[in-house]
């Protein structure tokens, strides 16, 4: 079975949306992929349907075959509630003592009890038994100190215990292990006790993560940020960035599409490097958006004077804004693959007053329209979460709004040289959309 089968298996022994399960997946392939170092862990594991979707996401990169996954839960329900919870989760109202020390109700509520034969049984049978996967069984104020000192980094943290004690004690004991970059994750934000955790834990340590929501879902999740963040600069400058623009730009000039004396719109403007490319074309005019502050703010200083380029700070996700202004091209490379609803930016284009764009993505040929979880990278998704939309697609739509829609010589750069049985999955591609209908 594919990933996209195996996580339908999955959902079986799901007590979590479909959106919730797709997020502890990508997750668990982001940490992989951006190579943050450790564990990943989840304390309150049920039936291990979201611990199964992180594992499947970290092994689906070669690289997180060999990470170690710890599985925590009592195998007996969840514990009874205490004095700063609200309700007993899956039943309400609270009948028993909370004026008691922690010890005594460390008691299963007869809430989600799965047995960790039951648990294991499950990752045998979707295939993950294979890598190296550990499930510790008691209250984690018990269990976790007789492991502790087998785990080093953390890259993940997913807690869903429901309750205020146990989450404060994974964080308390653990956030030194996190890696920087690390996630944690709160399956139970909805329920007051276990925010009440999160908030005395982030009063304490002194920070403020942002918190992240999960569409159609009552779990978020933040990151551990204690390293100055790499500059914009830093990232579009580097030298990946460099190379793949140099294609994109000899690509251009190659193609003879005439910029001189014309009105263009540059969609997602970054740090303004292509925007200088773009100049030495002779435009009449620039306006470049871009949504990123921390983006925004260097390209706004850069052309703060310029009598050709204007900037303009605005996230694509958001009510598109209305011009008055006629547009010779649209300049939209590195966009729409970076924004959840790629779709209704398409249809955006029906309405602006423009003639042709040049259009720059990425996108999938298996037929499907994929989000993606992108981070807090500061050349990706504003919103943290992207898309691969199928081509097929994508040309359906350009074609409603353009007469004619051409695939002309591509870069010169690996990303571009794909066909449809490679198995990567990430595919990229330049058109040319002419004459707006």
């Not at 009510?319 to 790629?342: A, C, E, I, M, R």
Request: net charge negative.
């Amino acid at each position: 079975m594919n990933d996209s089968q195996l996580l339908d298996a999955i959902s079986q022994a799901l007590y979590s949306t479909k959106e919730t399960q797709m997020s502890s997946y990508e997750l668990g392939k982001y940490v992989v992929e951006h190579d943050i170092e450790g564990d990943i862990i989840e304390c309150g594991v049920a039936m291990g349907g979201n611990f199964a979707s992180m594992i499947l996401g970290a092994v689906s990169l070669e690289k997180g075959t060999n990470r170690k996954f710890w599985g925590f839960d009592s195998f007996e329900g969840i514990q009874l509630a205490g004095e700063k919870d609200t309700q007993q989760a899956g039943i309400g109202e609270i009948t028993h003592n909370t004026d008691v020390p922690y010890e005594d109700l460390l008691v299963s509520s007869g809430i989600t009890s799965h047995s960790q034969e039951q648990v294991m049984n499950n990752l045998n049978t979707w295939g993950l038994n294979k890598y190296n996967i550990e499930l510790v069984a008691g209250w984690v104020q018990n269990s976790i100190p007789l492991v502790n000192d087998r785990i080093n980094k953390i890259s993940i943290l997913r807690l869903d215990m429901d309750i205020y004690h146990p989450t404060k004690y994974c964080l308390d004991i653990w956030w030194d292990k996190l890696s920087d970059g690390g996630v944690v994750i709160i399956d139970d934000w909805a329920l007051d006790g276990v925010r009440t955790a999160c908030y005395e834990f982030f009063e304490e340590k002194g920070i403020n993560p942002e918190i992240h929501t999960i569409t159609n879902s009552t779990p978020t999740y933040f990151f551990k940020k204690t390293k100055q963040m790499i500059s914009p600069q830093e990232l579009f400058n580097c030298n990946e960035y460099e190379e793949i623009d140099k294609a994109r730009f000899e690509n251009f000039d190659q193609l003879g599409i005439d910029f001189n004396d014309k009105n263009i719109l540059e969609l997602g403007s970054g740090i303004g490097n292509h925007t200088k490319f773009l100049l030495t074309k002779n435009p009449k005019h620039i306006l470049s958006i871009e949504g990123r502050i921390e983006n925004y703010e260097i390209l706004q200083k850069l052309f703060k004077n310029d009598k050709v380029v204007k900037t303009l700070h605005f996230d694509l996700e958001k009510p598109y804004p209305k011009f008055n202004k006629h547009f010779d091209w649209v300049y939209n490379y590195g966009l729409l693959y970076h924004l959840k609803n790629p779709f209704e930016a398409l249809d955006y284009l029906k309405d602006l007053p423009h003639s042709n764009m040049i259009l720059e993505t990425c996108f999938l040929f298996d037929g499907k329209e994929n989000n993606v979880f992108e981070g807090e990278i500061l050349t990706q998704a504003v919103s943290g979460y992207g898309s691969r939309p199928n081509i097929n697609l994508v040309m359906d739509k350009l074609l409603e709004i353009y007469d004619t829609v051409l695939k002309p010589t591509q870069p010169n750069h690996i990303w571009y040289n794909k066909n449809e049985s490679d198995e990567s999955v990430l595919y990229r591609i330049v058109l040319i959309c002419k004459n707006k209908k």
